[in-house]
């Protein structure tokens, strides 16, 4: 695997990559999102290409304007979409194009947008609503009991967006394995992983983590009755309402936040 190249430039006293002419700052360091759309940009411009090692923490930080925290949420997103890989002590890769995730999620639209979240919501009323329904049909009474537990330990963690939302997007996994169809539990994996980089903005407010409890016990009452059509009905209003409250956050950050590809390339 190759390095990076770096150019003859300083910052800070150190060598900056070649993609310094790339990287410039995000007006809202508290939302890593503006980041990994930033990176993204960057990948599909082939500034870096798969094998390359991206710079270093401090200097991306240094570039973008930003928190060395906000960095690394932001390249913790990228390794959960499978984009970039992590070594320990060697710094983090641009993974190859063979990654599932990368030749799916990645390419089929990771940069926040309105027309990617209307893309989601569609994807997850097409496949979520049927895993509900079918988990319902199943009749495992172990899975309703599940899914309550679950909803009850996300309303513990209340002050704790990072694990709420762990725990929201395994409550949807669990339902996507109760169907035993292997392809929806691999498509629902693909499905919370854009999840869990792109709703996190909205579990800051405590009506949405509030709205999210309600909606996921009424999910989970329905499939421990084992009514379908009750099942499918709860499903569909959350994903559905889900996608309002982001898209509401994506409406107040167009009005304040410049965009981030166009900063790339001034």
Request: hydrophobic share 40%.
């Amino acid at each position: 695997m190759k390095e990076f190249p770096e150019p003859p430039q300083e910052l800070d006293g150190q060598e900056p990559s070649a993609s310094g002419d790339y990287l410039k700052p995000v007006t809202r360091a508290t939302l890593p999102q503006e980041i990994v759309a930033a990176i993204a940009d960057l990948i599909m411009a082939r500034v870096w290409k798969p094998g390359d090692r991206i710079p270093p923490e401090k200097e991306l930080a240094a570039r973008f304007h930003v928190g060395r925290s906000t960095i690394r949420e932001a390249v913790k997103s990228l390794v959960i979409l499978g984009v970039i890989e992590a070594r320990a002590g060697d710094g983090s890769y641009i993974r190859g194009g063979t990654s599932d995730l990368l030749s799916g999620a990645f390419q089929w639209g990771m940069m926040l947008t309105e027309q990617n979240l209307g893309d989601l919501v569609d994807i997850r009323i097409l496949i979520e609503v049927e895993c509900a329904g079918q988990a319902a049909a199943a009749r495992k009474p172990d899975i309703g009991a599940t899914l309550t537990q679950l909803t009850g330990q996300m309303s513990e963690v209340w002050n704790q967006p990072k694990e709420f939302m762990r725990l929201d997007n395994y409550f949807h996994e669990t339902i996507a394995a109760a169907t035993d169809n292997p392809l929806y539990v691999s498509l629902s994996k693909t499905i919370q992983s854009l999840v869990g980089v792109w709703y996190p903005q909205t579990f800051q407010l405590d009506r949405t983590k509030a709205a999210t409890l309600d909606e996921h016990s009424a999910i989970a009452g329905a499939i421990q009755a084992n009514d379908e059509h009750a099942a499918r009905q709860a499903m569909r209003q959350h994903i559905e309402r889900a996608g309002e409250r982001l898209s509401r956050i994506v409406d107040r950050s167009k009005m304040t936040t410049p965009n981030v590809n166009r900063l790339l390339r001034t």
